[in-house]
């Protein structure tokens, strides 16, 4: 029996602008096991956050529309649900860390009252129940003197803490996924590994699965579990986090990996740099969507748009280059 808690399915989500329609999400695939962590990486602009607003059913219309696919949510379409039964769902089985907690907090209300809204509308308990939930969120969370922090509101806390209070306000209700945005961004380092650090420790106590989004390669090797690149809407490469760091298949990914820096490097190497930008998803390149910026097009990879090619059972990418049928291609061109 499979153990899945979240899996998507040809997911597409498009916004409908006055200069077109902008493919934000277009046919992306992904798949979360119950207590596990997926990171999902790749560039700005690559469908990361379209697809996390596309589960928790934010999408804001108009503009934005998911015109095809499913999410599947311990066995229930999520798209199928009525705004009711999302609302029921959002905040208490899937809650989500937002990028910048200062836009994302509300700045007239306490810290204190943000959190117990949570509680209240999902939890059969008291006004008094809420708070002391609220106080013992905050002290899980790592924020000194909770009982006093209850009360104060946003801006009187530093940017540590208030992702704290958002992971607080996420977790308190002890949903089954946390989907954490960015969840360290615009947090110096020692921060962000205490934040890191934190959502571990809370995800083994309370056994929940966690949707990391970041394009940072070192965050998704500390927590992930499995990990999905995500490129111009679509996942290119699926892997467990250490196959797809000792055998990157795709182009793009082992691009990503060459343009850090290594403490194990013992000698001076330049930086690789992936040339050019992310599509624009109101004109995708034909094709493969990375020839523009790949090394290793050929006139196949500007034609014709590839599919999930399975390299084993747990590792797939989309790349011409693993087709059984197409790869000679590839060999050819190295030849000349």
Known sequence: MRNDLLQIKNLKTYFYTEDGVAKAVDGMDLLIGRGKTLGVIGESGCGKSVTALSIMRLIPSPPGRIIEGEILFNGEDLLRKSPEEMRGIRGNDISMIFQEPMTSLNPVYTIGNQIMEAVLLHQRVSRQESRARAVEMLRLVGIS???????????????????????????ACRPQLLIADEPTTALDVTIQAQILRLIQQLKEQIGMAVMMITHDLGVIAQVADDVVVAY?????????????????????????????????????????????????????????????????????????????????????????????????????????
């Open 232 to 336: 111009a809407g679509k996942a290119v490469e699926v892997a467990d986090v250490r196959t797809l760091f000792r055998s990157p298949a795709h182009p793009y990914t082992r691009a990503l990996q060459e343009s850090i820096p290594r403490l194990t490097d013992t000698r001076k190497r330049k930086l690789e740099v992936i040339q050019g930008m992310v599509p624009n998803p109101l004109h995708f390149p034909s094709g493969c969507r990375f020839h523009p910026r790949c090394r290793h097009a050929v006139d196949l990879c500007r034609e014709e748009e590839p599919e999930m090619e399975h390299i084993t059972d747990q590792h797939q990418v989309r790349c011409f280059m693993y087709n059984r049928e197409k790869a000679p291609l590839f060999e050819r061109r190295r030849a000349v």
């Open 145 to 171: 003197s909770p009982e006093k922090r209850i009360d104060e509101y946003p801006h009187q806390l530093s940017g540590g803490m208030r992702q704290r209070a958002m992971i607080a306000m996420a977790l």
